[in-house]
Each structure stands twice: as structure tokens, then as C-alpha cells.
């Protein structure tokens, strides 16, 4: 069998390097706003192309681009202008499910995933994007048992891709679900004009609701769980099960979060994955994994569709559940490299011996470290005031304008 491959989301340089350093196999990001998160990613130009090919290249990590939004006419040259660059650039795929694209990519010899947004559910669906993909993302709402069923189906039937080989599988293994089938969703439209299938889903179902009796007029507020939020998918309690369908690429969701988190989950799966190979995969570990990925943004996990449920489990509160928060406080100046010390400017707050920190940026990626000695003037200092300029011990090379951070953590 060969090995399952990690494919990371990726909407910054600080975040781009940090799924490289968490071992990712493959990253996926948007360029301009053609891309399902046009909204809420800081999104790559087309400019950026070349640099995030050569990072990707040094470390042999896969590139995928995401142009998977709905294309009207007037978007056709955008589209086309940016799959030229793609193709000029060597970028490995692009991941798409409107017709429009799956032509063009085509016509230029891009390789090309199905995107989820396709809603891909049974062999004969696979069998009609076949002509135009060699890897498709499954459908979100797919149990394990369908999964494997049409893994074995492709298998047993030989449905090849252009390349000429059977054609692969991607799942979602972590990250955000969409209350939505397969994230095809309209509230945003129907009330802000914004449309989810352009990228611009201002998360309607995020929200808390009233509802009221329209015969009596009385209201009241659905208490305790957000009826159209969904927790968060996560499958690195089950992964072993996840692998022995047959899927080729495991896929994390978070093109719109931090690089802390694309560290940390990739990080998570990475090792959960290779644990698998090596017959390591424990409960012990499961716990240990899931306790880093409680760490960062997540509105608590469920399992998804994968175990048989029929429904989604809400989440009962707003935002994020991360046991551990980042406070913004100040930004690298210098390092020295015969120390391994880097400077800082402390912008705010204050900060105290023994705090924790993280510290990222576009070419450092992310470095979590611990404040063991704070020296201002090379003076050795219990607390750093706002303002001051003060020097730690890192473990690596920090670069100017880097963003440091303080953790801190919930009971």
C-alpha cells in the first residue's frame, strides 16, 4: 500500500512555512478571489507564484492551487489568466469543480482534484470527472464504509485518470465543516448578498438565533448550542481506520487560520500518520495528539460523517475553544547568530520571566520557546516593560519584524 499523503491549507508565507516545518507532503492555497476563501484568507497574487514554488520545491512539497469557485463569464479571463500562470510556474494541480475550469486546466495539460464542492457521492460520478481529474475529493458527508466502497469500485474497475492511472482519493481528515452539503451553501446570499460558492461567506450559521411563534409572536432564544454551527471535523482517533479505506491524500482544513495552527495540526497528523506505518498508532498517543490540537482555533471536534451519523453535532458557544491563547506583544529586531539570541521590541503589555511565547514570520515560520532569561542592555531582568528592547534564547534564527507572542492558557 502505498503511503497516505498530507496535504495542508496555506494562506500565508508565516503559514506556508509552518506546514513545511510540520511535515506536510503537499500545501494548498488561492491566489486572488477566485478561490472559497476569498474572504477570510490573506490570499496570494499571482506574483507570489515563483517563491511559493521554490520553498515548496527545496523541501519536495507539492503545490495545489484552489480555484474552486463558482466562475461566471466575466471571470472566464481572471480563470484563464491564472491557470497560465499556474502551468508557467510548474504548480502541480489545481483543485476546482466548476466546468469552466476543469476544460481549460485541461486544454493546458494542469492536473486537476475535483473539488468537494463537486459533492462526488458514488463510482459513476467518479467515472464522469475521471475524463478531466486524476484525484477527487470525496463528498463530506461520506461514511467510511462509502469511502472504502468506492476506493475498492475504482480499483476493481480500473477508472483511470488522465495521467493514465486509477484515479486517487482525497478526504477531508480535520478542520472547519460547513452545516451545508458539501459546503454549498446560500444563507450568506439570501441575506448579505455574499455569496458562500464566491468565497465570501460571512458564516451566517455562526450565529445565535431567536425563534419566535408567528401566530403568538413569542420569542425565545435557542439556548445552549448553536443549531447551525458545527463542531470541528476530527479523525486522528480513528485515523487508522480513515487510511485502510484506501484514501490516497488526508486533507486539513484552515486556509483562513494562523500559522500556529497549521504547525500544530500538521505536526499532529504528520506524526499520527507515520506512527500508523510504523505500528506506533496508540491511544496513548491519540491523546497526547489530541490534546496539542485542542491547543489551537477549534469550536470542539466530532468525528464527522465517517463513524454513520446522520446529523452534525453544534457547537454550544461562539468562536473558539483553543485551551491556549495568543496575545500579540511585540516584534523581532535582530539575531545573533553566535548566541543564538534574538532581539525583540516589546509593544505592548508587559512580559515576565518564564512566560511562553510564539514567535512567526513569513521565512522563520513558527517557533514556540519559554522566556527562561529576559535580559534589557544585556541586564538580566524579571519583567520587560512596553516599549523596551529586551533579548532571549531561541532555538532558531528569528528575522526582523517577526511577531512575537505571549500564551496563555485556560484552566
Not at 207 to 226: A, M
Not at 230 to 256: H, P, W
Not at 309 to 318: R, V
Given at each position: ?16 512555512q509552518a506546514a513545511i516545518q510540520g511535515g506536510t ?387
Amino acid at each position: 500500500m502505498e503511503k497516505v499523503k498530507l496535504l495542508s491549507p496555506v494562506g500565508s508565507f508565516e503559514a506556508l512555512q509552518a506546514a513545511i516545518q510540520g511535515g506536510t507532503d503537499a500545501v494548498y492555497f488561492g491566489i486572488e478571489q477566485l478561490n472559497m476563501r476569498a474572504r477570510s484568507s490573506n490570499n496570494f497574487t499571482v506574483n507570489d507564484l515563483p517563491l511559493i514554488k521554490k520553498k515548496c520545491a527545496s523541501d519536495k512539497v507539492k503545490t495545489y492551487l484552489t480555484l474552486n469557485t463558482i466562475i461566471y463569464d466575466h471571470d472566464r479571463s481572471l480563470m484563464k489568466s491564472i491557470l497560465n500562470a499556474a502551468k508557467k510556474h510548474k504548480i502541480d494541480a489545481v483543485i476546482a469543480s466548476d466546468h469552466s475550469v476543469l476544460n481549460y486546466a485541461k486544454q493546458l495539460g494542469i492536473p486537476v482534484h475535483i473539488s468537494t464542492q463537486a459533492n462526488v457521492c458514488n463510482i459513476d460520478s467518479v467515472e464522469f470527472f475521471s475524463a478531466y481529474a486524476d484525484t477527487i475529493v470525496l463528498a463530506r458527508e461520506l461514511s467510511l464504509r462509502q469511502v472504502a466502497e468506492i476506493v475498492k469500485q475504482i480499483n476493481r474497475n480500473g477508472v483511470k485518470g488522465p495521467s493514465g492511472e486509477n484515479v486517487k482519493i482525497e478526504v477531508f481528515a480535520h478542520g472547519a465543516l460547513c452545516m451545508a452539503v458539501s459546503g454549498k451553501c446560500y444563507l450568506s446570499l439570501h441575506s448579505d448578498f455574499a455569496s458562500a460558492n464566491r468565497g465570501a461567506c460571512v458564516q451566517n450559521c455562526r450565529r445565535p438565533y431567536i425563534v419566535k411563534d408567528k401566530e403568538s409572536g413569542i420569542e425565545f432564544e435557542v439556548d445552549n448550542e448553536y443549531i447551525m454551527s458545527a463542531q470541528d471535523l476530527c479523525t486522528i482517533g480513528f485515523l487508522d481506520k480513515l487510511i485502510k479505506t484506501g484514501v490516497a491524500i488526508l486533507k486539513i482544513e484552515g486556509r483562513g487560520r494562523a500559522a500556529d495552527y497549521v504547525y500544530t495540526v500538521t505536526k499532529c497528523y504528520r506524526e499520527a500518520i507515520d506512527a500508523f506505518y510504523e505500528g506506533k498508532y496508540t491511544q496513548s498517543k491519540v491523546e497526547k495528539w489530541m490534546d496539542n490540537l485542542s491547543s489551537v482555533f477549534n469550536r470542539g471536534f466530532w468525528g464527522g460523517y465517517y463513524l454513520g451519523k446522520k446529523l452534525g453535532e453544534w457547537t454550544d458557544s461562539p468562536g473558539s475553544k483553543a485551551t491556549k491563547t495568543k496575545v500579540y506583544i511585540g516584534k523581532g529586531m535582530r539575531y545573533f547568530s553566535r548566541n543564538k539570541v534574538g532581539e525583540f521590541k516589546l509593544e505592548t503589555n508587559q512580559l515576565s520571566l518564564g512566560s511562553d511565547l510564539l514567535i512567526t514570520g513569513p521565512t522563520t515560520g513558527v517557533i514556540y520557546t519559554t522566556a527562561n532569561e529576559l535580559r534589557v542592555n544585556d541586564i538580566p531582568v524579571d519583567v520587560v516593560k512596553k516599549g523596551e528592547l529586551f533579548s532571549i534564547s531561541v532555538p532558531q534564527k528569528i528575522r526582523p519584524s517577526d511577531k512575537l507572542y505571549k500564551l496563555t492558557y485556560s484552566e
